[in-house]
Nanobody, 124 residues
Framework: QVQLVESGGGSERAGGSLRLSCAAS????????MGWFRQAPGKEREGVAA???????KYADSVKGRFTISQDNAKNTLYLQMNSLKPEDTAKYYC??????????????????WGQGTQVTVSS
């Protein structure tokens, strides 16, 4: 059974950095596409960054140049390095996994497996 467990969230001031981790288990890790999503109160869940099983990455325009998605296949772990944080980055961040996904990597409804989320709060 697929399990995804996020960690690394917290509070940070604007301009600061945080790194999120997502530990994956229950499947052959590098055969899945993985993504980071976020949801702020009263807003829909949105795609932040994703990485395909072949290493292709995709970023939302709002985080390009500030966030970097990466993975360590040996550790079955997905990361999101978040730099130059802004108050509008405040949200609950989720990682997600889907086997064989190749397109539309930032569309939440295309992912079946989700973690429980980790809160990120950025103050001005």
């Amino acid at each position: 059974q697929v399990q995804l467990v996020e960690s690394g969230g917290g509070s940070e001031r604007a301009g600061g950095s945080l790194r999120l981790s997502c530990a994956a288990s229950g499947y052959t890790y590098n055969t899945y596409s993985m993504g980071w999503f976020r949801q702020a109160p009263g807003k829909e869940r949105e795609g932040v960054a994703a990485i395909r099983s072949d290493g292709i990455t995709k970023y939302a325009d709002s985080v390009k140049g500030r966030f970097t998605i990466s993975q360590d296949n040996a550790k079955n772990t997905l990361y999101l390095q978040m730099n130059s944080l802004k108050p509008e980055d405040t949200a609950k961040y989720y990682c997600a996994a889907e086997p064989g996904l190749r397109f539309n990597l930032l569309v939440p409804s295309l992912y079946r497996y989700w973690g429980q989320g980790t809160q990120v709060t950025v103050s001005s």
